[in-house]
């Protein structure tokens, strides 16, 4: 496993930026595909973008689409979520998570095994 910590939650109005982070713990996490899910209250937690490991191929939920953008900077052990034109329905605690299996559409939480402990992110409309 690898060990993940998130950074950049906060407080931000709606139509607003905010950048998240996540540094891990070991150079291998290079070749992992590394994603990014969220938990709103009394929901479950949800996919919101992967990235392989390359930077080459990237998924997002519909929901984020156009708004956020997922990349990595292998040199630094970190991948970012930059998130534009946030809404309060944004709202929720983000997730860093990273996996051994290579990225593709149907990638599902159960699929990763190192996750971070969560950067809170609220939105006041």
């Known amino acids: 496993q690898v060990q993940l910590v998130e950074s950049g939650g906060g407080l931000v109005e709606a139509g607003g930026s905010l950048r998240l982070s996540c540094a891990a713990s070991?150079?291998?996490?290079?070749?992992?595909?590394m994603g990014w899910f969220r938990q709103a209250p009394g929901k479950e937690r949800e996919f919101v973008a992967t990235i392989n490991w390359s930077g080459s191929t990237t998924y997002y939920a519909d929901s984020v689409k156009g708004r956020f953008t997922i990349s990595r900077d292998n040199a630094k052990n970190t991948v970012s979520l930059q998130m534009n034109s946030l809404k309060s329905e944004d709202t929720a605690v983000y997730y860093c998570a990273a996996t051994r299996y290579n990225n593709y559409a149907g990638l599902d939480k159960a699929d990763f095994d190192s996750w971070g402990q969560g950067t809170q992110v609220t939105v006041s409309s």
């Open positions: 070991r150079r291998t996490v290079s070749f992992y595909t």
